[in-house]
């Protein structure tokens, strides 16, 4: 079934890192062996957790795998939370063997009284420190709390997407737009879908 996704430039982009990231949990676990030579094994490390006294997850250390199982990097995720309870900061990090950063991101959540994500900016560095990626998400809601609209935005607060999304109480979408804009700000591509309450397409467009 065709169906609308939602335009999230700077995911699009952080998730290249995250996919060897993510390959962590199914591969084989190498280990050195008294020559330093890498071994595989079929045993996978566990990752690593740090908690804070409340008992929230604050780091995670993991290895992404090679298809021939051999660890191809290091990685650390890094958590920070508001007063009451939001993840507001994750850092994710990525070396090499050689102990050179290959990935490194920042995403900062903002939220309202009502504990919804309402901003969320997005950084991507070069194994440099150079800034690659900056973009900034901001979500609207209805009534219900349902997000109906995220606007997406550069650093100079030019538009570079929309997506409008129309609910019924129980937060089904019914129709969702999706609107790519130029440097220019002027539209590229259009495109949107209606649903019926079971989730099947009625019309796209």
């Known amino acids: 079934m065709w169906a609308m996704k939602k335009i999230n430039l700077a995911v699009c982009i952080l998730c290249l890192g995250a996919l060897?990231?993510?390959?962590?949990?199914?591969?084989?676990?190498?280990?050195?062996?008294?020559?330093?030579?890498?071994?595989?094994?079929?045993?996978?490390?566990?990752?690593?957790?740090?908690?804070?006294?409340?008992?929230?997850i604050v780091q995670r250390k993991d290895f992404s795998y090679n298809r021939d199982g051999s660890v191809r990097y290091k990685n650390q995720y890094d958590y920070k939370y508001d007063d009451r309870g939001n993840r507001i900061e994750e850092i994710t990090q990525s070396w090499d063997l050689s102990g050179k950063r290959v990935v490194y991101t920042i995403a900062r959540f903002h939220f309202n009284d009502l504990n919804l994500k309402i901003e969320a900016i997005f950084q991507s560095f070069?194994?440099?420190?150079?800034?690659?990626?900056?973009?900034?998400?901001?979500?609207?809601?209805?009534?219900?709390?349902?997000?109906?609209?995220?606007?997406?935005?550069?650093?100079?607060?030019?538009?570079?997407?929309?997506?409008?999304?129309?609910?019924?109480?129980?937060?089904?979408?019914?129709?969702?737009?999706?609107?790519?804009?130029?440097?220019?700000?002027?539209?590229?591509?259009?495109?949107?879908?209606?649903?019926?309450?079971?989730?099947?397409?009625?019309?796209?467009?």
Do not use: M
């Open 20 to 56: 060897s990231i993510c390959s962590s949990s199914c591969k084989q676990n190498p280990k050195a062996n008294s020559s330093g030579e890498v071994e595989k094994t079929n045993q996978q490390k566990s990752p690593e957790f740090k908690y804070d006294d409340l008992d929230r």
């Open 126 to 205: 070069d194994p440099e420190g150079r800034e690659i990626l900056w973009v900034k998400n901001v979500y609207d809601y209805d009534d219900n709390g349902y997000e109906i609209r995220d606007q997406q935005f550069d650093k100079q607060g030019r538009p570079l997407s929309l997506v409008t999304r129309k609910r019924d109480e129980k937060g089904r979408i019914l129709e969702e737009t999706t609107t790519i804009y130029n440097p220019d700000g002027s539209i590229k591509e259009h495109k949107g879908a209606q649903y019926d309450i079971n989730g099947r397409i009625l019309k796209t467009w």
